[in-house]
């Protein structure tokens, strides 16, 4: 939508945490997805998706998602327990996606990922269509 901007922060090292966050042009954050991939053991953890009451319902959470599964077809994805809502939104991004994200119960971080640590590093914005 015009006046947002869409930022990705890569992780600052393997298997390390990813951010996408979107903002308006005054700068505030209403979406963000934090989440760890290791391409080594081809696992996937999706930490945390966040839009504010405003902004939910527009496909932000989903187009964010989608970034962060793209190239990576055949992983094994997890996500931390949810609330209603997320139990809802993942099952609808399983079926979208062919993508599961596991039982909600249970997070697989593999050990790559457990040694990571830190913020992501520095933002590259995007295109606003990604």
Known sequence: MPGEDWHYFPPAQP???E???VTRADGYDFAR???QVCEACRTGFVIAV???DEYQGRGYAGRMLRYALRGREGYAWTTTVQKPM???FFQRMSRSTGVQF???R???LCPHMRTAHG???AAQPLPADD
């Open 106 to 108: 249970k997070p697989f």
């Open 119 to 121: 913020l992501p590093g």
């Open 102 to 104: 596991g039982d909600g």
């Open 50 to 52: 966040r839009v504010t």
């Open 86 to 88: 997320g139990r809802v």
């Open 33 to 35: 997805l934090d989440w």
């Open 15 to 17: 298997a390390g945490r």
């Open 19 to 21: 951010q996408m966050q």
